[in-house]
Each structure stands twice: as structure tokens, then as C-alpha cells.
């Protein structure tokens, strides 16, 4: 247990639909990172807060998704109107700044049909 | 090109053997290299995380060392086990920048 929880799991939606993923840390952490990640590939960087502060954005974030963490603990990814492309894991992680530890969630698997 | 390149791609060992993984990078200028380990369908999870400063460092059956000079790092696994079956990948920072991940080493080890 990393004390990072997603939810949800795992969700199979349509091409076309809009879903929404969330990131729970247990405890306080300054910096919360968004990945995507695909089989067989690394994570790729999507984007991080500093506390509410949404400071970077990859090229990969298009405008079809956008990221809050409105209190500065949670945080949530909305994907609209998904894309085949889309499908992924999508991971949440917290801390990691400087040479501090980084410590992932689960992940959210999404499959778009 | 990926600035973090890891080799082999896959590896197949007996359980007991010893293996070691590759990552060259080239992201500069160097803050730490951190190696994690990434079961199937989980969230990586952090092995070792080393600066400039540090050559070596272990944790378990699990030795990571640290060429700056040569932009390589390697993630020795003594005494292999079932449960090292995972993907294993290495992050390089740069200073001031977010993690650079490469494609990741996917081990199996066989009984």
C-alpha cells in the first residue's frame, strides 16, 4: 500500500463519452503527478500540481482533458470525448520532488470501444 | 529518441540466477536516477533512488550502481525469486525538470 488510491479501477467506456478519474492521497503531499502509460511503455508525463497550482502540461494533455485539484489533496482527470487512443493506465503519483520518494496509486485502467 | 534507453527489452532467468538490467540516459543536467519495480497491472513501486554523488545502493537482493560520467546505471537482482516477475524501470531527473521514464526491462523468472 503506497497510500495512494484511484478510483476507479478499471472502466470500459464508449467512444464518444466523457469519464472522470480520481486520485486520493492518505496524506499530504506539495506535488501530485498525472501518467499515462500504454502496454509494454513506460509512464509518460501528463501533468502536475504544486498543492492547488496546476504548474505543467505535456503536449499529450489535448484539450479534450483537464486535470483539477481543487484542495490541494485529491485530485481528478476528466478525458471528453474519448478516443480509442485513449485507452491506458492512468497513474497517479505524489511526492517525488527533488530527491524525495514518489510513491504511486494502482492506476486506473480505461478502455474505450 | 528517448533520453532514457533501457536494455534488454525482456529477460528470461531461473529462479536463483542473477541478472543485471541496463539504462544509459542522456537527460542533463543529472539530478537522481531511480530504478522501480512494476507488477502487472500495478502502480511502479521505488526500489533505489541515487544522486551524483552516489555510486551504489542496495536494498535487499536488489543493487543499483551509478556511472555519472558515463551516463549509465545498472539494477542488479541477486538470488532470483518468482515474485521479481515484474517490469522494472528506470526514471532520470533533471534538475529544476520532471521525471524522464524509460520503457522498462519486462523480467520473468521461471521456476
Known amino acids: 500500500d503506497t497510500g495512494v488510491s484511484q478510483d476507479p479501477r478499471h472502466k470500459i467506456t464508449k467512444r464518444g463519452q466523457n469519464v472522470t478519474f480520481r486520485c486520493d492521497p492518505i496524506s499530504e503531499h506539495n506535488r501530485l503527478y498525472w501518467y499515462r502509460q500504454t502496454l509494454g511503455q513506460g509512464p509518460e508525463f501528463l501533468t502536475y500540481?504544486?498543492?492547488?497550482?496546476?504548474?505543467?502540461k505535456s503536449r499529450l494533455l489535448s484539450d479534450r482533458f483537464s486535470a483539477e485539484r481543487p484542495k490541494g489533496s485529491f485530485s481528478t482527470l476528466e478525458i471528453q470525448r474519448t478516443e480509442q487512443g485513449d485507452s491506458a493506465m492512468y497513474l497517479c503519483?505524489?511526492?517525488?520532488?527533488?530527491?524525495?520518494?514518489?510513491?504511486f496509486g494502482p492506476g486506473t485502467r480505461l478502455t474505450v470501444t | 529518441k528517448n533520453q532514457v534507453e533501457q536494455s534488454p527489452q525482456s529477460l528470461i532467468i531461473l529462479e536463483g540466477k542473477n541478472c543485471t538490467l541496463q539504462?544509459?540516459?542522456?537527460?542533463?543536467?543529472?539530478?537522481?536516477l531511480r530504478w522501480y519495480k512494476q507488477d502487472t497491472g500495478r502502480g511502479p513501486v521505488s526500489l533505489t533512488i541515487?544522486?551524483?554523488?552516489?555510486n551504489t545502493k542496495s536494498n535487499g537482493r536488489y543493487t543499483a550502481t551509478l556511472d555519472a560520467d558515463t551516463k549509465q546505471s545498472s539494477l542488479h537482482i541477486t538470488a532470483s525469486q518468482l515474485s521479481d516477475s515484474a517490469s522494472y524501470i528506470c526514471v532520470v531527473s533533471a534538475l529544476g525538470n520532471n521525471m524522464r521514464f524509460g520503457a522498462g526491462t519486462r523480467l520473468t523468472v521461471k521456476p
Open positions: 539504462c544509459n540516459y542522456t537527460v542533463s543536467p543529472f539530478s537522481n
Open positions: 503519483a505524489v511526492g517525488g520532488h527533488l530527491n524525495y520518494e514518489q510513491y
Open positions: 500540481f504544486q498543492n492547488e497550482a496546476q504548474l505543467e
Open positions: 541515487m544522486t551524483f554523488s552516489e
